[in-house]
């Protein structure tokens, strides 16, 4: 069983930067593809960005494209989103999820975390 535990939220300005992180427990972690999901007040739950457990196929959405990057780090279990340049669209609950398939669609995922309350705002 994956447990999925994401930190790094919290309020920042526009155009600033935040490092969401996602660490992971129980499972084999290495071979899951990670996705960052995120959803917005009134919104629906939508995806953000994806990285397969060999760092050869990542997806960013339109929306996180150029300004949003994911990494891992397999030695350590964890996961990163690296959010640069900052919209107040951007503010939302963002979420980490594993899959053994992955892609865009939330439900090919199994295992979620509790998310991450990030807020853009001047």
């Known amino acids: 069983q994956v447990q999925l535990v994401e930190s790094g939220g919290g309020w920042v300005q526009p155009g600033g930067s935040l490092k969401l992180t996602c660490a992971a427990s129980?499972?084999?972690?290495?071979?899951?593809?990670i996705g960052w999901f995120r959803q917005g007040p009134g919104k629906e739950r939508e995806f953000v960005a994806t990285?397969?457990?060999?760092?050869?196929?990542?997806f960013y959405s339109d929306a996180a494209k150029g300004r949003f990057f994911i990494s891992r780090d397999n030695g350590k279990n964890t996961v990163y989103l690296q959010m640069n340049s900052l919209k107040p669209e951007d503010t939302a609950v963002y979420y980490c999820?594993?899959?053994?398939?992955?892609?865009?669609?939330?439900?090919?995922?199994?295992?979620w975390g509790q998310g991450t309350q990030v807020t853009v705002s001047s």
């Open positions: 129980g499972g084999t972690f290495s071979t899951l593809t």
């Open positions: 999820a594993a899959s053994s398939g992955g892609g865009r669609r939330d439900t090919a995922y199994n295992y």
């Open positions: 990285i397969d457990w060999q760092d050869r196929t990542i």
